[in-house]
């Protein structure tokens, strides 16, 4: 930081553009390249770690309008701005950076909404590290631009101006598309589809909307206000959203094939993976899907809420993707004094966002690697105590590119804990798909697509992960976007579509 | 929204609430569910369809007062809503087409068997119905079960009816012979019961399993039951299972897991209904009780976490 340019005065001129005049640029000048690399990576604020393990209130604070300016003038402008490539929804990072640091905030916030349905979602739960800011050449020679947070900041500005980003309405098409699911494929296409004009129609089975990001995510990641807000920005555009409905049980799919000119299937892949191991129906034990809905959903972390939920001094989470840690970290706020991940592979082969994995090292996790569940322990009235465990040592790699655990001859050993959580994983639900015999599916029951979304049924679109398998928010949201333009093609008469940017998105998969 | 149409008390503790839900009683058959959720804030309560009519697009639910959250169902007035009704849900009964069945009901699982039964005698099956409670006034459905056929009503004290328990009545009546079918549904003892008695005969029996659920999709797993050694969920798979393969000890044991919860929210519900029936009585100038000021104050103020399971 020895040259670093002289930060404009906060006070003074309006800025140059037609923004919020409260947004100056935070250099009175422009930057030359080799000035720009002369600034650091400005430091998501974020409550204190011993706080926050006692609270729901969300980690990350969001940069105030001084970091994001500044943040913002550290990006290149890549001629060839390799970042969109990474972003699975293709977001244009320059565009949205560029109108930001000329304090062009509406004009920004245009930019991200028009390729983006959920920024304030994305700007929170994506793993920007092996996206967007992986392939930022700025991570080459030091620390990438935080595209992230600069999303996060523009969405959030952009949510508490609504009347300053509204996209303009489109010319009904007289053509109606079903969403079934209103997690965030189902929530990304009914916005692309709405904005071209069709109507759209979402069914959610449970009683709110938004799938994985309600009842999974927890608060303190994803405030589920945030997502509320993302939902009635949906609904203020047009988006029609009937909860309660449960394709498969309430309509089949057949009814919706009749009622409407498109269906687009995300359901996702709910069903929870258990062990296999003993004890497992012992009371104490919970699927994270289960845990994480009663603490999110029915928002049992508050003690008004009508739904329990139990609450361990010791809980053991078994699992290493984002599901666990959050299932571990929630633990931890609800009061256990020893919340603990355990993971048969090692650190760095834990699938979990990496700024989870610090964030929950941060709140005193413990992490049991290379440790793999034999049984679960109860006493004699079947109320969990304990957690029989093998230890593993890291073999060749499989098929997967991990090194393959191999348990390690006599090393078992017992963790003692109240409650074990079992976050391992998830699998397709048949509650739909076996309800259509013409519906093509793979060996694992997920829906088979042709490159553009569409099943084997025509006019009936899939994505996210009822057809990937259980995979990334944003990568759904990416199935949700490319299936919203196959769809609207579809309905054109114009399928398959012409575009194939968004045909094939290559991002490894990292869990939500 | 789904607004109360009617509401009846059929026991000390069973109340019947038929509420509008237009595509679900279009739609649903015997032995399916519902996922009830009253209000934001409330739990999601599962709770089996006793009987539908299409034409007045309205559903019948039968609730056993049992903690917190049901005693805020049942205090639902007529032309007050239910928030959220999600259904039918689970896999219809597997129905006879001929022969001879027995439906076997024990307290506020006569109401569930009830669709069974009429779903049975619409098939053109001999139905005898098999009902019990702990007296007379813990007799509810036995009306509505003459339609389908012959009823047998028991009391644990001999106050109405045989005395004794539903299995000895069952026992005579497999004894006389020609049952094809048990459907059994009501407490966990009482269809563990069932499920002994008819074993020695090899009577198909089943019984409707009231598991605990969030979803009620197989998304949660909350609900999963052992039947025949293997795990499997009573939302999606069930509620129905063979009842001879049943871990039902499992079963019993898994509905306790929030005993402690309910018992306390439901004592926190009441201190609190108490208190505004002080206040109200107080406001009244000490004159009487006002039920319906308590109930609502009840209701927006319970607090601790409650949880029951379907019955």
Known sequence: ?????????????????????????????????KERMTIDRSHMPEQDALLRAANFRE????????????????????????????????VNIPQFIERLRVGDLDGAAASLLDDNALPCVTGRVCPQEIQCEGRCVRAKKGASVAIGSLERFVADWAMAHPDRSKADGATASGR????????????TAAGELVKKGHDVTVFEAFHAAGGVLIYGIPEFRLPKDIVQQEVDRLVASGVKIET???????????????RFDAVFLAVGA???????????????????NEYLTRVNLMGAWNPESDTPVLKGHRVVVVGGGNVAIDSVRTAKRLGADEATIVYRRGKAELPARAEEVHHAEQEGIRFELQVAPLEVIGDENRWVTGIRCIRMELGEPDASGRRRPIPIEGSEFIIDCEMVVVAIGTRSNPLLTASEPDLALNQAGYIVTDEHGMSSLPGV???????????????????????????????RGEYPPADKALASVSVAATGT | MHTVIDKAQLSPNVTRLVIEAPRIAEIRKPGQFVIVHRAPGAERIPLTIADADPDRGTITLVIQSVGKSTEDLVALQPGEAIADVAGPLGKATELLDHGRAVCVGGGVGTAVVHPIALGLAANGVEVISVIGGRSKEWVIFEDELRRAGEV??????????????????????????????????????????VAEVTRPYGVPTFASLNAMM??????????????????????????????????????????GTYRDFEAHATEVAHRRRAAAQETAADDAGGNCLIPDLATTAERKDAAAAAGEHRE
């Open chain 1, 1 to 33: 930081m020895t040259d670093q340019p002289t930060p404009a005065p906060e006070t003074g001129a309006p800025s140059a553009s037609h923004g919020d005049s409260t947004f100056t640029p935070a250099f009175d000048h422009p930057l030359s390249p």
């Open chain 1, 59 to 90: 980690v990350n604070l969001g940069y105030s309008q001084q970091l994001a300016m500044l943040e913002a003038e550290r990006c290149l402008m890549c001629r060839n701005p390799v970042c969109i490539e990474g972003c699975p929804v293709r």
């Open chain 1, 461 to 491: 679109f899939a994505g996210g992960d009822i057809v990937r398998g259980a995979a990334t928010v944003i990568l759904a949201m990416g199935d949700g976007k490319r299936a919203a333009a196959s769809v609207d093609a579809w309905l």
């Open chain 1, 176 to 187: 109606s598309v079903a969403v079934v699911g209103s997690g965030p494929a189902g929530l």
């Open chain 1, 270 to 288: 709910g069903l929870p993976v258990f062990m296999n191991v003993p004890g497992e129906n012992y009371k104490g034990v919970y699927s994270a």
């Open chain 2, 152 to 193: 047998i009503t028991c009391t644990d004290d001999g106050s109405y009816g045989r005395p004794g328990f539903v299995t000895d009545a069952l026992r005579d009546v497999i004894e006389a012979g020609g049952v094809d079918a048990v459907y059994a549904v009501g407490p966990v003892p009482m269809m563990r019961a």
């Open chain 1, 244 to 258: 309660n409905a449960i394709i498969g049980r309430t309509y089949t799919l057949r009814e919706l094939r009749e």
């Open chain 2, 214 to 255: 969030l979803d009620g999709t197989g998304m949660c797993g909350g609900c999963r039951v052992t039947v025949g050694g293997k795990t499997l969920y009573a939302c999606v798979d069930g509620p129905e299972f063979d009842a001879h393969q049943v871990d039902f000890r499992e079963l019993a044991d898994r509905l």
